[in-house]
């Protein structure tokens, strides 16, 4: 079964700590994975992954992807309050007519001042 | 800037009754989904469209029903509603199969069933 599991489930760090969040995937055709940042409403776009070993950065925020060991990381450093929040992964599924986008149960994180 | 809009945003049901949850976008995507999200379960996937007439089922589509008419318009319906059926409903549409580009999420719709 196809399924896309993160680690934590939840983490609490303080101002300026670095957190690495996990994604771990079981997925049939593997294209791609995908990060988003969900903080009270509407999940907003991080990054898209599709090589392997070449990490995207954006600020502080960066992911690399390993499709060998089939896992991603989020990386996040010089946390700050405005961090807090809900990080999901997902992962297309293709099969053929039937393309969807699965999620990860999510982690979340909080930055404590 | 609209993006992708989802009506109503809070609604509160009787056991039995129903609801249609509408959802349009106006970037052109002939990609649209609902999901719900409940806590400690993440976004479940209920039903999905490749395409303008074409609906198909996710992970949780027990309950729900769906149409999509218009390109812009994604529609999910509850016939009946259930107290299982308390969560936050989010409504996303993508330009390309998933993963081929990001997908654009509404702002959800907090239902609860009594």
């Known amino acids: 079964e196809d399924k896309v599991v993160q680690s934590p489930l939840s983490l609490v760090v303080h101002e300026g700590d670095t957190v690495t969040l996990n994604c771990s995937y079981e997925v049939t055709n593997f294209r791609s994975l995908l990060w988003y940042k969900q903080e009270k409403k509407a999940p907003t776009f991080l990054f898209m992954l599709?090589?392997?070993?070449i990490e995207k950065k954006s600020g502080r925020l960066s992911s690399i992807l390993d499709k060998k060991e089939l896992f991603s990381i989020l990386n996040i450093t010089a946390t700050q309050t405005g961090d807090s929040a809900v990080y999901l992964c997902?992962?297309?599924?293709?099969?053929?007519?039937?393309?969807?986008?699965?999620f990860g149960t999510g982690t979340l994180l909080a930055v404590q001042p | 800037n609209a993006g992708v809009t989802q009506t109503p945003k809070f609604r509160v049901l009787k056991t039995g009754q129903s609801m249609t949850l509408l959802c349009a976008q106006d970037m052109n995507h002939e990609y649209m989904y609902w999901y719900r999200q409940d806590p400690g379960m993440g976004l479940r996937l209920i039903h999905y469209s490749v395409g303008e007439g074409t609906t198909a089922k996710g992970e949780v589509p027990d309950g729900y029903n769906v149409s999509r008419l218009k390109k812009q318009n994604f529609l999910l319906g509850l016939e009946s509603a259930a107290p299982s059926q308390t969560s936050v409903y989010f409504c996303?549409?993508?330009?390309?199969?998933?993963?081929?580009?990001?997908?654009?999420f509404g702002q959800g719709t907090r239902l609860t069933v009594v």
């Open positions: 599709t090589s392997s070993g």
């Open positions: 997902a992962a297309p599924l293709y099969g053929g007519a039937t393309n969807k986008l699965i």
């Open positions: 996303a549409s993508s330009y390309s199969p998933p993963g081929g580009s990001e997908a654009f």
